[in-house]
């Protein structure tokens, strides 16, 4: 199995926001899909919002292929504030790989590509927010050098869920 990376390409955008969609139900409908979840994912990773990412900071989202076709992404958000330290810090918002393609360092592949850009940017740490239930992503990230550094609310129409905040800080 050959994994190329890359910048996203505006031609993906339909495969890309059908893949954030896809592992976003996977990792996080635990109780099916609610009105909140489908309101939450349909704006969240809609075709126009994918391609307006694209179109406005084409160096954003990273993409995994397997034989052109996408199956992870990684998207770094430069201009985020840390919610914890209350200070500018670029932000690893997601990092989601296809559940049939755990295990193969496809995960490993995109952090270090989007690592290696935040760093080329001049940026000397890297943030991260993770569910607090999501002990699976949260062992990857430790096992990258990741730290805990405080918990914040992640906000979905009437409920709220518990996020960890991690930070990363480059040598």
Same mark, same amino acid.
């Given at each position: %199995?050959?994994?190329? $990376?890359?910048?996203?390409? =505006?031609?993906?955008?339909?495969?890309?926001?059908?893949? /954030?969609?896809?592992?976003?139900?996977?990792?996080?409908?635990?109780?099916?899909?609610?009105? &909140?979840?489908?309101? +939450?994912?349909?704006?969240? #990773?809609?075709?126009? /919002?994918? &391609?307006?990412? *694209? @179109?406005?900071?084409?160096?954003? /989202? *990273?993409?995994? !292929?397997?034989? &052109?076709?996408?199956?992870?992404?990684?998207?770094?958000? !430069?201009?985020?504030?840390?919610? *914890?330290?209350?200070?500018?810090?670029?932000?690893?918002?997601?990092?989601?790989?296809? @559940?049939? +393609?755990?295990? @193969?360092?496809?995960?490993?592949? =995109?952090?270090?590509?989007?690592?290696?850009?935040?760093? &080329?940017?001049?940026?000397?740490? +890297?943030? =991260?927010?993770? !569910?607090?239930?999501?002990?699976?992503? *949260?062992? #990857? $990230?430790?096992?990258?050098? !990741?730290?805990?550094?405080?918990?914040?609310? #992640?906000? %979905?129409?009437?409920?709220?869920?518990?996020? /960890?905040? %991690?930070? @990363?800080?480059?040598?």
């Amino acid at each position: %199995m050959k994994i190329s $990376y890359g910048k996203a390409k =505006l031609t993906d955008s339909l495969r890309i926001s059908v893949l /954030l969609k896809t592992i976003y139900i996977e990792t996080y409908a635990v109780d099916g899909i609610t009105f &909140e979840f489908a309101n +939450f994912i349909t704006k969240r #990773f809609s075709l126009e /919002l994918i &391609e307006n990412i *694209i @179109k406005e900071n084409p160096n954003r /989202l *990273i993409i995994a !292929y397997q034989n &052109e076709n996408p199956v992870g992404v990684a998207e770094i958000i !430069y201009n985020s504030t840390c919610p *914890i330290r209350k200070i500018k810090v670029p932000e690893l918002s997601k990092l989601y790989v296809l @559940k049939r +393609f755990y295990g @193969k360092g496809i995960g490993y592949g =995109l952090i270090n590509e989007a690592e290696k850009a935040v760093k &080329e940017n001049g940026c000397t740490e +890297f943030n =991260l927010e993770v !569910y607090i239930k999501n002990d699976r992503a *949260i062992a #990857f $990230y430790e096992r990258q050098g !990741y730290t805990s550094i405080g918990n914040v609310d #992640f906000p %979905m129409e009437s409920n709220t869920y518990e996020n /960890l905040v %991690m930070n @990363k800080v480059f040598n």
